[in-house]
């Protein structure tokens, strides 16, 4: 018997759509729920543009340039918040 697919939308389209639809969840509620929220996907995207590989191509691990993007904007989040102890 074949499987039967439930998904409304083709499956090249379900995680950019997926990824989104988190995204906007997450931007929406962090603040209801106690959390500081940053969306990594613009920085990756421009780290993208000039050449960089953030992920490995093999899995959704982050490379040591990805772990530096994400580092410099969670600090600078950090900062902003006023919880780290230089400004």
Same mark, same amino acid.
């Not at 509620?29 to 996907?41: E, F, L, R």
């Given at each position: 018997?074949?499987?039967?697919?439930?998904?409304?939308?083709?499956?090249s389209?379900?995680?950019?759509?997926?990824?989104?639809a988190?995204?906007?969840?997450?931007?929406?509620?962090?603040?209801i729920?106690?959390?500081?929220?940053v969306?990594?996907?613009?920085?990756f /995207? =421009?780290?993208? $543009?000039?050449? #960089?590989?953030?992920?490995?191509?093999?899995?959704?691990?982050?490379t040591? !340039?990805? /772990? =530096?993007?994400? $580092?410099?904007? #969670?600090?600078?989040?950090?900062?902003?918040l006023g919880?780290?102890?230089? !400004?």
């Amino acid at each position: 018997m074949k499987a039967r697919s439930f998904s409304p939308i083709h499956k090249s389209e379900q995680p950019s759509r997926r990824s989104a639809a988190q995204r906007k969840w997450f931007a929406d509620n962090a603040s209801i729920i106690g959390y500081n929220y940053v969306d990594m996907t613009p920085y990756f /995207q =421009e780290a993208a $543009a000039k050449g #960089v590989i953030t992920h490995f191509p093999s899995n959704v691990h982050l490379t040591a !340039q990805g /772990q =530096e993007v994400v $580092a410099v904007h #969670v600090w600078d989040m950090l900062r902003k918040l006023g919880v780290t102890s230089t !400004q």
